[in-house]
């Protein structure tokens, strides 16, 4: 079984399918906090549903907006159910600690080093559990 | 959560913020900040001298009901704290598409932000206006584009904030002791190299945006120089340039030699080491990146939007300029022509009203928006599919935020397409 640790920022059982990509992305203008979208043209998971699903990103770029749109995800209930970065990426962990704070909830947000997320990108879907990410086919 | 940490050295001063003894608010703020504090692994905090708040924004209930906590706990902001832009225009909001609901609910956001002491400058350009940090200083901002500026341009230090850490900030006087807060920080390691580029290319004020725009991706979120510049930029310019770089990309920070405070020379800039990476870049790159933020480059459009960041007092001069030259003359919106769209903060709009350069710009039909952008309040309505603008900034975001085609253009070009209602090229230096 294929089973990786990060750096557990929020911890939480969470699983969904696999949402992989390579480039950054600004919440603002990139997440529709009302579908739970992607929407953001220059970044190739636009049109994916993400709410619910584990999504993994480098990091976010750009607008200081993302994580009042992450906040309002989690308020809407159309968040990813876990978020895994290359590194830290403290726009997203600040959504997660007000969306504790505010909401009683939070997506699981976990840091990866740079090896382990590459492995990610062919997991088609994965479950947070016992501060680990395992692997889960079919 | 827990309400403080193993691994951050907190003051006697956090410590008693965070045991209630300021109040319930500094208390909420210290323990999001507390455990930011500990996610960035930071050893301490530090004080700041100044904040500016990008909370501003509604973007749904969940920011509103942050900051109605945050008031109804009677938080008030221990440094001077500017404002950013609000998701309304408060005065004119009804001569747009704005649903009464969204009105109703950002105005209860900005005055939950105003109830704390701050200053309402209402703009994502605080830095030109009279709250400018200095060099040195260590502040907390917000806005992706103002901390590029803070940063880049002025020599102030601070971390990329955002939105709801800022005015934690704020609140406490306090923020975690990482990042470009600490000198070791903020010494490029990365070299954007220009080669070959004319010097009335680069005077041009549309090569900024597109050099940020290239900047972005390849600077990731590390400090950055630009090499090879072969002319002295305005503020303007360096103002467009860090909203490109801080769109495209996570740039909080840019070193240009001999123009930026903490970059005498090349080697300064890099703390004379050797940079990670070098990217070389020429006309045909330039050339390819300003196609690159076009995604509709001919024919109808239906508006023309300028001022993002906010337009600054220069900016309003170089308009009026060139609608002066030209005259009035135009097909109008009713005759298939366009909108003509500028927006600013109270402040500059009052300043080049007294200047007398609005006078060209209410003869020509164009209208004004203040405390907000066209990118944060639902001021377009479903029809406007077609938008020109000359800021990189709103060619990236717009697409995405207001399911928009975009034409890039230099403000010669955007003027020339709002008088005609449809995309007209003069490519200029670009050539």
């Known amino acids: ?138 | 959560m827990s309400g403080g940490s193993d691994t951050v050295r907190l003051s006697p001063f956090d410590r008693a913020l965070l045991a209630g003894e300021e109040g319930e608010a500094p208390k909420l703020a210290m323990r999001i900040l507390a455990r930011m504090a500990e996610v960035r692994g930071a050893e301490s905090m530090l004080d700041i001298e100044a904040a500016h708040i990008d909370s501003t924004i509604y973007v749904g209930d969940a920011g509103l009901e942050f900051a109605e906590r945050l008031a109804s706990l009677g938080a008030r902001v221990r440094v001077p704290s500017t404002l950013n832009v609000s998701g309304l225009d408060e005065f004119h909001w009804q001569e747009w598409s704005v649903p009464p609901e969204w009105a109703e609910k950002s105005a209860r956001q900005m005055r939950a932000y105003d109830s704390m002491g701050t200053i309402p400058t209402w703009t994502c350009a605080p830095y030109q206006g009279r709250q400018t940090p200095r060099f040195g200083q260590q502040v907390a901002w917000g806005e992706s584009n103002a901390v590029a500026f803070a940063n880049s341009v002025i020599g102030a230090r601070t971390e990329r904030y955002p939105d709801l850490l800022d005015i934690c900030c704020a609140i406490t006087g306090r923020a975690p002791a990482v990042g470009l807060h600490l000198d070791e920080n903020r010494l490029a390691t990365r070299v954007l190299r220009l080669r070959g580029i004319p010097e009335e290319l680069a005077a041009a004020d549309d090569f900024y945006p597109v050099l940020g725009h290239l900047l972005g991706p390849f600077a990731e979120d590390d400090p950055v120089a630009i090499a090879g510049l072969p002319v002295i930029p305005e503020e303007d310019q360096l103002k467009a340039l860090g909203a490109a770089a801080a769109s495209s990309g996570a740039v909080a920070l840019f070193h240009i030699p001999g123009v930026t405070p903490e970059a005498p020379t090349l080697a300064d800039a890099l703390g004379g080491r050797e940079p990670v990476a070098v990217l070389d870049v020429g006309l045909p790159e330039m050339r390819a990146a300003r196609r690159e933020l076009t995604t509709h480059d001919e024919g109808a459009l239906d508006m023309v939007v300028l001022g993002s960041p906010h337009f600054s007092f220069g900016e309003f001069g170089k308009l009026a300029a060139l609608l002066r030259e030209r005259g009035p003359e135009r097909t109008l919106p009713e005759e298939g022509g366009c909108d003509l769209v500028v927006t600013t903060s109270r402040a500059v709009r009052d300043l080049a009203e007294r200047a007398g350069l609005l006078e060209p710009l209410h003869a020509f039909g164009g209208r004004l928006m203040v405390d907000t952008c066209v990118l944060a309040t639902p001021m377009t309505p479903g029809t406007t599919r077609r938008l020109m603008t000359n800021s990189a900034k709103y060619a990236w975001y717009s697409p995405g935020l207001l399911g928009s085609a975009v034409a890039f253009g230099s403000l010669a070009e955007c003027v020339e397409s709002a008088r005609r209602g449809r995309v007209v090229r003069d490519p200029g230096p670009w050539d």
Request: hydrophobic share 45%; with cysteine; aromatic share 6%.
């Open chain 1, 1 to 138: 079984m294929d089973r990786l640790r990060g750096q557990v920022i929020v911890a939480g059982t969470a699983s969904g399918a696999v949402l992989y990509a390579t480039q950054p992305l600004s919440f603002w203008g990139g997440y529709d906090a009302a579908s739970g979208r992607i929407t953001d043209t220059h970044h190739p998971l636009a049109g994916e549903t993400a709410a619910g699903a584990a999504l993994v990103l480098p990091a976010t770029r750009g607008s200081s907006t993302t994580t009042a749109v992450l906040l309002e995800a989690i308020r809407r209930e159309t968040a990813p159910a876990a978020l895994i970065t290359r590194g830290v990426d403290a726009f997203l962990a600040l959504a997660c600690v007000v969306g504790q704070e505010m909401y009683g909830r939070s997506p699981a947000l976990v840091c990866v080093s740079e090896d382990d997320f590459r492995r990610l990108a062919d997991w088609p879907r994965l479950e947070v559990a016992d501060r680990a990410l395992i692997r889960v086919d079919g």
